[in-house]
């Protein structure tokens, strides 16, 4: 599962990228970096969001949960492991 240390999350995705998210600031504005680490230990830029970005994306996730676990209670999700996600989803292209 993910880790938080600094206000940075970091989590690997279904697709196996090592991905992070952490709050920048740049001239007192503050905007929330999703960032995936390449070959070599840099980083490249998935997503910058401001804060109604930010919104916008918490509601996808919450319905996407809401969606997920609501299946779970009802019997009808599987849970597939990680193997199963890559295989199905395949691997980053990047």
């Given at each position: 599962m993910g880790n938080q240390h600094?206000?940075?999350?970091?989590?690997?995705?279904?697709?196996?990228?090592?991905?992070?998210?952490?709050?920048?600031?740049?001239?007192?504005?503050?905007?929330?970096?999703?960032?995936?680490?390449?070959?070599?230990?840099?980083?490249?830029?998935?997503?910058?969001?401001?804060?109604?970005?930010?919104?916008?994306?918490?509601?996808?996730?919450?319905?996407?949960?809401?969606?997920?676990?609501?299946?779970?209670?009802?019997?009808?999700?599987?849970?597939?492991?990680?193997?199963?996600?890559?295989?199905?989803?395949?691997?980053?292209?990047?």
């Amino acid at each position: 599962m993910g880790n938080q240390h600094d206000n940075i999350v970091h989590f690997t995705d279904v697709q196996r990228r090592e991905v992070f998210a952490e709050t920048i600031s740049k001239d007192g504005v503050e905007t929330l970096a999703i960032e995936k680490t390449v070959p070599g230990g840099a980083s490249k830029r998935l997503l910058l969001l401001n804060k109604y970005d930010a919104q916008k994306l918490k509601a996808a996730l919450d319905e996407y949960l809401n969606t997920i676990y609501s299946k779970e209670i009802s019997g009808m999700g599987g849970t597939l492991s990680p193997a199963d996600m890559v295989e199905l989803f395949g691997e980053d292209d990047d």
